[in-house]
Each structure stands twice: as C-alpha cells, then as structure tokens.
C-alpha cells in the first residue's frame, strides 16, 4: 500500500439497533477522503455491538464493534474514549462522523484528544487539495477550510454525500468486548417527550411551519392547510418549536425529524441548511415567504412571495373550492 494513502475511520450511528442513513454518507465521504472503500474502517459502539456492526459491513467496510455496557447509551466520555481506542488500530489520518446531535457533541472532543483539526457540517469534501467545503450563513455562502493539522476530524452533513452502496461481498466485522466506563458522566436516563405521534414519518403532505408564521396563534393556519390533506402532518423549523408553537416531535432537520413526503409547503421558513437536510428528499416543494431572497426558494419547485398569513386562508379556500 502506497505511503501516501490516508485511511478514515467512521463512527457508525444506529438507533434501535438500525444503522442510520447519516452513517451511510459518512462511509461515502470516507471513500471519497481515502481514495477506496479499502482505506475505509467503521467503528460500532453498542450494548451488544453485533447486528450494527454487521449491517455496516454489507456495505464493504472492515467493522471494528466495541460491546459493553457503558456503550449502551451515548455519553460523551465514554464513546470518545472508545473511538480514540479504535483509533489507535490502524494509522488513520480521519476520523469522519455524522453531523448530527451525537457527531456534534462527539466531534470536538475527539478532535482536541486526538490533535487532530475538526471540521463540521461539511458538504463536499477534496481530498486531493486538502480541502473541505460548509455551508455558512444559513446556507447563503459556502466556506473553504483547509485544516492545519495532519489528522482531521470531519462532521459530514447528511443530505450532502449520498449513501454508499451495498457491496458484492461484506466486509470483516472484528467484535470486542468494551469494559471501561467513564470516570466522569453517568447515564441516567432518557425520557421521550411529550405529546402525540404526529405521523411525521408517514406523511405524504407536510406543512412546515417557521418563525416568519409569527405567533403560536398562525398556527392554526398551517393546522387548517394540513387538514386539507390525507396523510398529512404539521411541521416545525427549530425555531417555531423552540418558541413552544410546535412539540420537539415536530421539528424538522439536523436535529429534529428528516422527511420525504410528496408535498412540502414551507410557511415563513428561511431555508438554513440545518432545517433543509430534513426536508431535501420531498418530492415537490412550495416555499411561502415575504423574502424573494429566502435561501428555501433556492430548493423549491414553488417560490410564492407572499406574507404567509394572507397567503394560507386564500390557499386553504380555494382547495376547498376545487
Ligand atoms: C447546531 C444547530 C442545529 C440546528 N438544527 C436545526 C434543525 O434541526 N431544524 C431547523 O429547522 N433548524 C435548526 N437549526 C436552526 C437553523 O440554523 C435556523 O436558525 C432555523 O432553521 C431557522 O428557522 P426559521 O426558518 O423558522 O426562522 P428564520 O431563519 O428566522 O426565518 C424566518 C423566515 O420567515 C420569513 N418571513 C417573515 N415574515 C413572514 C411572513 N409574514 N410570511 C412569510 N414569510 C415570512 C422571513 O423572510 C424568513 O425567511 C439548528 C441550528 C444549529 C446551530
């Protein structure tokens, strides 16, 4: 193997014992950053780390699975002792990881153990000139980052590298037994908020509300718009449910849900990238806002400048007209 070669190891993310799309985009992006699925690694934390870990090799990368009881849930001490672990077991020059809630905690902190540069939310990456692209801005601009360290830690934004495609033949899973536990943070629990099941997932029609819909009261008109639809459910961007408009269930992006329905219709949101990556895979987009610069208008199918307030009744009346 060439000595230039630069290997990347990927920190797998599951839920409910699923690996998740994210971790499909981090394995292409480490492709990418490495030259061949060859130089690539993945690394599973788990409980009991077997199925992830096997799921991840029919996607033909060797599988390092860490099991143990302090990896059962995720606590920051304790999975970026166990990175920095599966680090160790080859010459890795990345270590590329979701950006989402867990690579936005995990991500510095390995990056500071490790002495490695850090770079999140990345959308594009090139290797060859050292060069790692992100949205800033809400998305209005992009930035070029050329890391100053050797080893790089990179957050890769889901909705932006595709998902790599399963192999002919699986790649070697290695299972081990993880029995540290962090010195410093204890799990205590999780609790699943409140509120009902807004079939968010399922919905073909979802109609997101933003911060420019104003108050908790124009909720209601976005309610009205949805309950035009079968298969429908309400929306938030982050910021309409931080104002307590809308349940964390409802919130949308990097953070929040990610859906794919048929029809998306955004009512005062500005389109910022960590809302977009939720939303990027609906078939037919309506965007109202009173900005014609809004960054969702980029996106849209259907740019509607307009005052969503004026807009909505006027929308609700004339479906209920046809
Ligand atoms: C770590 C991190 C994670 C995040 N995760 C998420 C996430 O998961 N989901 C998410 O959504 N955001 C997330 N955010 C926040 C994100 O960056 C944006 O701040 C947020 O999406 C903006 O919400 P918004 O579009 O409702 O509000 P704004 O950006 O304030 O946009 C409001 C829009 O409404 C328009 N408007 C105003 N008045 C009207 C009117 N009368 N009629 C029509 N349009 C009007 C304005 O022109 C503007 O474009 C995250 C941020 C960080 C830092």
């Known amino acids: 193997m ?174 081990k037994d993880y029995d540290k536990s962090p010195k410093g943070t204890l799990y205590v629990g999780a609790e699943e908020t409140e509120g009902a099941d807004l079939g968010l997932a399922q919905a073909q029609v979802v109609i997101c509300a933003g911060r420019g819909m104003g108050s908790e009261e124009n909720i209601e008109l976005v309610e009205e718009a949805a309950a035009l639809f079968s298969r429908s459910a309400v929306a938030g961007s982050r910021i309409a449910c931080d104002m307590g408009w809308l349940p964390y269930k409802a919130q949308i992006g990097v953070t929040g849900q990610t859906v794919a329905p048929k029809f998306y219709m955004g009512c005062g949101v500005s389109g910022a990238f960590q809302h977009v990556v939720g939303m990027s895979g609906s078939q037919f987009v309506v965007s109202v806002n009173t900005d014609p610069q809004a960054p969702i208008f980029s996106i849209s199918d259907y740019c509607i400048v307009e005052d969503a307030m004026e807009f909505l009744p006027a929308f609700v009346a004339a479906v209920k007209e046809e």
Not at 4 to 24: D, F, R, S
Not at 44 to 59: I, R, T
């Open 2 to 175: 060439s000595s230039n070669v630069k290997k990347a190891l990927v920190v797998a993310e599951h839920k409910e014992g699923q690996i998740t799309p994210a971790t499909l985009e981090c394995v292409e992006c480490a492709r990418i950053l490495a030259g061949s699925l060859e130089n690539v690694q993945a690394v599973v934390l788990a409980k009991n780390a077997g199925a992830a870990a096997a799921q991840v090799a029919e996607f033909g990368v060797q599988v390092l699975g860490f099991s143990g009881e302090s990896l059962e849930h995720y606590t920051g001490e304790a999975f970026r002792n166990a990175v920095l672990e599966a680090a160790e077991t080859d010459d890795f020059a990345y270590i590329v990881l979701p950006h989402t809630s867990l690579g936005m905690d995990l991500g510095p902190a390995l990056a500071a153990k490790w002495g490695a540069s850090f770079i999140s939310g990345a959308m594009e990456v090139k290797p060859e000139e050292n060069t790692f692209i992100r949205p800033v801005f809400n998305g209005k601009f992009s930035q070029e980052i050329k890391p100053m360290a050797d080893k790089v830690v990179v957050g890769a934004l889901p909705g932006s590298f595709g998902q790599v495609e399963k192999a002919s033949a699986p790649g070697e899973v290695t299972l």
